[in-house]
């Protein structure tokens, strides 16, 4: 059978996270620092939302781009919150998760061997879903030396005749990165100025701490109209299982977005789009609320981190430390599993999220601080061993 | 709010050390702003969150809604006084709408709690009248949920 699977998919690796977690699900008792999704349950007024809408019967199709409602209540929020405006019934798409969201951008902007710039490390899927929609995945590495904030020098370099996409993450997974406006600001002239698109992945827009403001790129002078603003309610609200995600962009593209959405997906579940209309209308509390768990588990952590001798600057965003574990001798995946099957602990291998990764683990304060103390003992005692 | 409140309001057995690494404080900062708080009374005590079911001898909680007469001068003050200062009242709240005060009282059976009522409280001079209402169940207390509702089924691993 292997044969008749198509190339391009054939030749997409086998995700590194995947193989790490089939050997954390063999063992027990395993405290996991690896786990990519909040632990907070959604807030119970936007559970009661989808409740209420099962219960009144709304269990058809909506609208392909999602309910109208739904899309007044996007194009608020981001005007409100990011100070880009949108116009509701023709710039915004509801997709199933920002994930969908993505795919299908990059498949309604790739030809066959257009380049989509994306900073690696990454999350897991940018080089896969290029390489899908048949463009040419081409990386450029972040450093933590510069905070693994992108740099203009290094996104110059790359850039070809054929450059056609810059995907963007900020807060960026695995890194917990954050872009400044002073640091954005280079990187949307070289946009300007060799006519790239620009997709925008802002899930963690919400998790900034230290007080960071977070700026869109399509907040920027001349950007609006090259950007595809792509957010969703899984981290800030913690409603990753309710798989809801949405696109702001110019309508021309919009339109073509949409095209590929009603014949793959129709439309994201009815009931989750209700409760999603409940969390960008009235989620501000809660989402504070949860951001300032977070704040503290991070400060938490890093402080334990450097205290074992592990260096680790404080990341701005997200909710994941990207440790820097070089001066212990081994490499990250040696690292990732002695502490699993030596101290029962996981993280994530930084090789997990590109290559660029090697010499870093990813630890996610998405846990119970209780569970994190007791990790990062766990942790100092295995550091402590191979220092000596 | 103060985080460092919040926190303690959370949980006030969180170790000091633990405190400070969350505040990214040293752990001297900690104890003085915790000290300055408990001398301006902001702090009034720490208290452990009981479930009484869970005990073999059961507790009996009522909450008493009380009206009573103000006094020239005094309005509820002294009278509210004189009722929390019972070992047997947990908590007394003047309290506005259809009665005055909210008196919560703790005994070891109705029959106890039910003389505390008929005896101390209802022969208080300007107690006008009392009505008794009795905790069945606790679903939550002090923003401690008592019945869990959170599924630990996270993917152990997830990108």
């Known amino acids: 059978m292997e044969d008749k699977i198509a190339a391009h998919v054939r030749d997409i690796p086998r995700s590194g996270i995947r193989d790490f977690f089939e050997i954390v699900q063999s063992m027990h008792d395993v405290i996991s620092l690896g786990i990519g999704e909040p632990d907070f349950v959604t807030p119970w007024h936007i559970r009661e939302a989808a409740l209420f809408s099962l219960e009144k019967g709304r269990t058809g199709y909506t609208s392909n781009l999602g309910l109208p409602k739904l899309r007044e209540a996007v194009a608020g929020y981001v005007s409100r919150q990011f100070h880009v405006d949108y116009h509701a019934p023709s710039e915004v798409l509801v997709s199933v998760g920002v994930s969908e969201a993505i795919d299908i951008a990059l498949r309604a902007l790739i030809n066959p061997g257009d380049e989509v710039l994306f900073h690696e490390p990454c999350y897991v899927s940018y080089g896969p879903s290029i390489t899908l929609a048949h463009g040419k995945a081409v990386s450029i590495p972040v450093h933590g030396k510069d905070n693994f904030q992108l740099r203009a020098d290094e996104m110059a370099k790359r850039i070809t005749p054929k450059t056609k996409v810059l995907l963007l993450n900020f807060p960026t997974n695995p890194t917990g990165a954050t872009m400044p406006r002073e640091a954005l600001e280079p990187i949307a002239a070289l946009c300007q100025k060799h006519d790239l698109i620009v997709l925008s992945d802002e899930i963690y827009a919400e998790l900034t701490y230290d007080g960071a403001e977070h700026v869109s790129i399509a907040a920027l002078p001349g950007m609006r109209d090259r950007t595809v603003f792509l957010h969703g309610l899984s981290k800030g609200w913690a409603m990753t299982g309710f798989r809801i995600g949405y696109a702001c962009a110019p309508a021309p593209l919009i339109e073509a977005m949409m095209k590929i959405h009603q014949y793959a997906i129709l439309c994201a579940p009815t009931m989750t789009q209700y409760a999603a209309i409940e969390a960008l209308e009235h989620g501000d509390a809660a989402v504070a609320h949860m951001r300032e768990k977070y704040e503290l588990r991070r400060n938490y952590i890093v402080s334990a981190l450097n205290e074992m001798g592990i260096p680790c600057p404080t990341p701005r965003g997200a909710f994941y430390v990207f440790a820097d574990i070089r001066s212990t001798g081994l490499n990250s995946r040696e690292f990732s599993l002695r502490l699993l099957e030596e101290h029962k602990v996981a993280v994530v291998p930084g090789t997990a999220f590109g290559a660029d990764g090697e010499g870093f683990v990813r630890c996610s304060y998405a846990t119970s601080l209780e569970q994190i103390k007791i990790a990062l003992q766990r942790m100092a005692v295995f550091v402590a061993g191979l220092k000596h | ?159």
């Not at chain 2, 303690?8 to 300055?36: H, K, M």
């Open chain 2, 1 to 159: 709010m103060e985080t460092l409140l919040r926190l303690l309001q959370q949980d006030s057995n969180t170790s000091r050390e633990d405190l400070a690494r969350q505040l990214s404080l040293p752990v001297g900062e900690v104890n003085s702003r915790i000290a300055a708080l408990e001398k301006e009374g902001v702090i009034r005590g720490y208290q452990a969150i009981v479930d009484c079911e869970r005990l073999d001898k059961n507790t009996v909680t009522a909450f008493i809604e009380v009206r009573i007469t103000p006094e020239r001068g005094g309005g509820f003050d002294r009278i509210a006084h004189r009722i929390a200062k019972f070992d047997q009242v947990v908590s007394c709240y003047l309290i506005s709408g259809g009665y005055d005060l909210l008196v919560v009282v703790q005994g070891g059976s109705l029959r106890e709690v039910a003389s505390f009522v008929s005896e101390k409280l209802s022969t208080i001079e300007s107690v006008i009248s009392t009505a008794t209402h009795f905790r069945l169940k606790t679903y939550k207390e002090n923003g401690a949920l008592f019945t869990s509702d959170v599924p630990e089924d996270r993917l152990p691993v997830s990108p």
